[in-house]
């Protein structure tokens, strides 16, 4: 199959004149300038939803995964391996994620979601998607927002002798993310400091874009080893 444009644009072929469609994978934030700018000019209207989780749970998440279909033996070693390849650390550098997307599309068409405000307050979430997107209300059921799907049978937890490698190296972006986008960010770069949830999701702005630009290209030496007060939106 040739999976140009116009096979991805016969994908959404069915769906109603009026409906809202989409769909999602991890790889997209990964993709490069220039896949970026192909996005933009196939959907120049989309909208995108950026879904967030503490960066060294998703990669471990990722290793599970992994070892589960046989693609990364286990070990300390291997995961580092994975780590520094292309599909490894990138996917939880953030910041440089949003700043990619923003020099294609405008920062109010990309809103931010955390895990733990999905965990915390699913029906706030969807409400808010439901808003972004410019769908009406309508009628949630919170039991089936609840309702656990794909869940891990026996997750493992991760060495502590790898989450404190992991961790050193995504020090630098967990303070950026502390500091420009708050929220449960701010708990991943101090689990002991109050994470506020005023908010179950978080509207990008261009304020937002100077910030993270700004404080990548502070040196790493200059930068406060814990998070400002909150930034305010």
């Given amino acids: 199959v040739d999976h140009d444009d116009a096979w991805y644009r016969m994908q959404f072929a069915l769906a109603p004149p009026a409906s809202v469609v989409g769909e999602i994978t991890p790889r997209y934030a990964i993709c490069g ?21 503490h960066p060294v749970d998703r990669f471990w998440s990722q290793c599970q995964m992994k070892f589960a279909d046989g693609s990364l033996p286990q070990g300390d070693q291997p995961a580092m391996r994975l780590f520094d390849s292309s599909n490894g650390r990138p996917h939880g550098e953030y910041s440089k994620t949003i700043l990619r997307y923003c020099k294609h599309f405008d920062p109010t068409r990309i809103l931010v979601v955390f895990l733990e405000a999905i965990q915390r307050t699913p029906v706030a979430v969807l409400r808010d998607i439901h808003a ?15 309702r656990p799907l794909n869940c891990a049978p026996n997750p493992t937890p991760m060495p502590a002798s790898l989450r404190a490698r992991i961790t050193a190296a995504y020090r630098s972006e967990l303070e950026i993310l502390a ?21 179950s999701v978080l509207q990008l702005s261009a304020h937002h874009v100077e910030e993270l630009k700004r404080r990548q290209r502070q040196p790493l030496g200059l930068r406060p080893r814990r998070p400002d007060p909150l930034f305010c939106i």
Avoid: N, Q
């Fill in 33 to 53: 300038d220039a896949e970026i700018a192909h996005m933009r000019a196939l959907a120049p209207e989309a909208k995108l939803i950026l879904l967030l989780r």
């Fill in 132 to 146: 972004f997107l410019g769908l009406p209300p309508i009628p949630i059921d919170a039991m089936e927002v609840t």
């Fill in 179 to 199: 500091k420009v986008l708050a929220g449960p960010a701010v708990g991943w770069l101090d689990a002991s400091a109050p994470s506020a949830f005023p908010d």
